[in-house]
């Protein structure tokens, strides 16, 4: 729902006029810098965690190799476009150089939501629900991290 609502707040909010510019399909490359470096890095690293889940989720279902792949298939273009309108619309909101690395999605919430009025008191707990789901994705990598290692360990006692 919070994303949704990031996805769509750019639409209502250039309905209302509160918004000159919005273009999220537009594209530019970023100038080469250590921090541009960085910020790529940890994003290509965000994007890439939790292949390691598959060897954990494979065995768990009928057909693994046709089901992944197709759940690939599908997910794929949706979690692009996901992100592309999510960083349209934070780049609507906010010009590039005062984006909240960290916080972009309650940054964006914050000043979307500022001319609604009551509305805006909805947006405490949509942040409130985003932090909420970054402690849960936290506990679930926890979890498959210590699963993992008690595998390993229960297959090392019964080689040694």
Same mark, same amino acid.
């Given at each position: ?5 990031l996805?769509?707040?750019?639409f209502?909010?250039?309905g ?20 541009n ?6 994003l ?5 965690s939790?292949?390691?889940y598959?060897?954990?989720?494979? =065995? ?5 190799a046709?089901?992944i ?11 692009a476009?996901?992100?592309i309108? =999510?960083?349209?619309?934070?780049l609507?909101f906010?010009s ?11 940054q ?12 805006s ?7 409130f ?15 498959g ?5 008690a595998?390993?360990s229960?297959?090392?006692d019964?080689?040694?």
């Open positions: 729902m919070t994303f949704a609502t996805i769509l707040l750019p209502i909010t250039a209302r006029g509160t918004i000159a510019n919005y273009h999220p399909f537009s594209t530019s490359f970023p100038e080469i810098s250590t921090y470096i960085n910020v790529f890095s940890k290509a690293v965000g994007a890439l939790g292949f390691e598959i060897a954990i989720l494979a =065995g768990e279902c009928r057909a693994p046709r089901n792949s197709r759940s690939v298939m599908i997910s794929a273009p949706i979690i476009l996901m992100f309108l =999510g960083t349209g619309s934070v609507a906010v590039p150089d005062k984006v909240d690395l960290i916080g972009p999605i309650p964006v919430l914050s000043l979307g939501f500022r001319s609604f009025g009551w509305v008191m909805l947006v405490s707990i949509t942040i629900g985003v932090a909420a789901r970054q402690i849960a994705l936290m506990s679930i990598y926890f979890a991290n210590t699963a993992r290692a595998r390993l229960v297959a090392a019964h080689e040694g």
